[in-house]
């Protein structure tokens, strides 16, 4: 309100004011009419409609949303005759039911006649908007606030016109919904038909970076989207458009292929640039050593780019003079600068191949000059599986040790290899040794004579020997020959006896001291075969040619009878 009157109006104005009202009044109950403003006192305003007595009306009803209340004394206004006369006397009159009487007829000719409407949003409920329409409150959805989605706060739009098309009116329950969406779709077409008529291939465009994918990007080039796929981006390889791009922010982008039927373009930023593949031969060669930095790794390879703009991957054989490298994580780390030996240019996959461990001498070599076959080093464990373990045997080079190789008794090796654990410091003894190979054996029951081979050694193949009976089966018989170094022998079954009648098992008992030939070494299962058959053979031989000769005719029991008569 300009000014708020506290001062009556004098009597002769008023006398003119009434005959004026007087002579053009035709108000009635129920309708509109236009009255004069006489008094504005205590945030009530009187007026004066040419009945018996003046209405009354809180001058709060003379306020709308985004509007400044300004009336003054004299001032000519509609207003809603609810009652004349009414029981104290008064006539009971509404400016907000007059304004929104004359709204909802103004605004019912602009539904019908689809035209274009003003509101002024003035608050922000569940779902959208209210709106101010002449004095209406209307509902704009959020779903039809922007055809284009680029309002991130529907804030800025409060207390500010904004024009709109009415979608739905139910007077009866006083409902109306609106679109901003509606014109903004009409204003695309446009634009979007306008764009259309200039774009061509190879053009180059400004646009707003509307969405981006893991595939790329949508640009809002004012009226039509484009797609910048990920590989149109760069001339590099990128994990992220959202790597290089913004949300909502302005580039230029050259459209590749225009699909005038369908209005799809596809659009390119790193054409913008001359392509580095075209010259990297120029400035890049076999064998020279260049910078890269990290960008990404995965479990087989380490990707780099090299000068900025060439694409560059180190796989990992070639990270680690390793056998069996780690993860490259645990090598190198994103956005770490590393030297690299370039090993191939490969133009079909535009990517440079290159090589991080032969920017380090062959520790293979060292390795030769440094061990022999034989020698014996203190190391400790950094890996271990099912079939052996891994130990460190100088930088880069691991060696194993096969799980069959850490005891010479084989059914000790599984309870072995479960009582170690890595950091495990312990000897071991060198094997073999092949360079070229890039292989070293290692063992660990080297570093103790065989026992067996011991045992041959003092005991060779036809010796006699003396063992006790452990186990008796159906096919022979068990016999340990040494308790402390688990030698073992056995008999077969038609090795019992040089009498076939005499091969029984069930002659022998066990803890039974028996003696027997060593007739040959199992190598497989360690094992001596043993014979009481030779030993008797040889015992028989032995009689025979000390007390007979073979033209005699005397058997052998014979001879034994009379020996033992003797």
């Avoid at 004026?20 to 205590?42: F, M, P, R, W, Y």
Wanted: charged share 30%.
């Amino acid at each position: 309100m300009k000014t708020e009157q506290s001062n009556k109006i004098s009597n002769s104005e008023y006398d003119a004011l009434i005959s004026k009202s007087l002579s053009s009044s035709s108000a009635k109950e129920k309708s509109i009419a236009t009255g004069i403003i006489i008094s504005v006192e205590n945030e009530i305003v009187t007026i004066d409609v040419g009945l018996k007595s003046e209405g009354r009306i809180p001058l709060s009803e003379f306020s709308r949303p985004g509007h400044k209340t300004e009336i003054e004394i004299g001032d000519e206004i509609e207003v809603f005759i609810e009652n004349v006369d009414s029981s104290n006397g008064e006539t009971i009159l509404s400016r907000e039911k007059a304004v929104k009487q004359k709204a909802w007829q103004n605004l019912q000719l602009s539904f019908n006649e689809n035209k274009v409407v003003t509101g002024i949003p003035f608050n922000r409920v569940k779902g959208g908007m209210s709106v101010d329409l002449d004095g209406v409150t209307a509902f704009l959805p959020g779903s039809q606030i922007d055809t284009r989605q680029i309002i991130k706060d529907t804030k800025e739009l409060l207390n500010k016109p904004l024009e709109l098309m009415i979608l739905k009116m139910d007077k009866y329950r006083g409902n109306i919904v609106v679109s901003r969406k509606a014109i903004t779709e009409n204003e695309l077409k446009e634009q979007r038909s306008e764009l259309l008529k200039n774009i061509k291939e190879g053009s180059v465009v400004e646009g707003k970076v509307k969405n981006i994918t893991d595939y790329g990007a949508f640009i809002d080039l004012g009226g039509i989207d484009g797609l910048v796929h990920v590989t149109d981006i760069s001339w590099t390889k990128i994990s992220n458009p959202s790597e290089v791009l913004e949300l909502n922010s302005t580039i230029k982008v050259k459209v590749l292929k225009f699909d005038e039927e369908l209005s799809r373009l596809s659009l390119g930023i790193k054409q913008l640039t001359e392509n580095p593949w075209d010259e990297v031969k120029s400035k890049i060669n076999l064998n020279d050593k260049v910078v890269g930095t990290v960008i990404s790794m995965n479990d087989n390879n380490v990707n780099i780019v090299i000068n900025k703009n060439y694409d560059g991957v180190v796989s990992l054989n070639e990270l680690s003079w390793l056998k069996k490298p780690p993860h490259p994580s645990k090598i190198v780390s994103l956005n770490q600068e590393i030297e690299v030996l370039v090993l191939e240019i490969d133009d079909d996959k535009k990517r440079i191949n290159c090589s991080l461990r032969q920017m380090k001498e062959n520790p293979w070599n060292k390795l030769k000059d440094k061990f022999n076959v034989n020698d014996t080093l203190e190391t400790e464990i950094v890996n271990i599986v099912d079939f052996g373990i891994f130990v460190k045997v100088i930088d880069e080079i691991d060696g194993m040790v096969h799980i069959s190789d850490l005891s010479w008794d084989e059914k000790e090796c599984e309870t072995i290899i479960k009582s170690f654990k890595k950091g495990d410091q312990l000897k071991v003894k060198i094997l073999d040794i092949n360079a070229d190979k890039e292989r070293i054996s290692l063992g660990i029951k080297h570093l103790k004579n065989d026992p067996v081979q011991d045992f041959i050694e003092s005991n060779p193949i036809n010796s006699n020997v003396t063992g006790t009976i452990i186990e008796i089966d159906e096919k022979g018989l068990k016999v340990e020959l040494d308790k402390e170094n688990k030698i073992f022998g056995f008999i077969k079954k038609s090795n019992l006896s040089n009498d076939k009648n005499q091969n029984k098992t069930d002659r022998f008992a066990l803890d039974e001291k028996i003696d027997s030939v060593i007739i040959s070494l199992d190598s497989k299962s360690r094992s001596l075969n043993l014979s009481i058959k030779e030993l008797e053979i040889r015992d028989e031989k032995e009689a025979l040619s000390k007390y007979g000769s073979s033209t005699s005719g005397a058997s052998l029991g014979d001879i034994l009878g009379s020996v033992l008569k003797k």
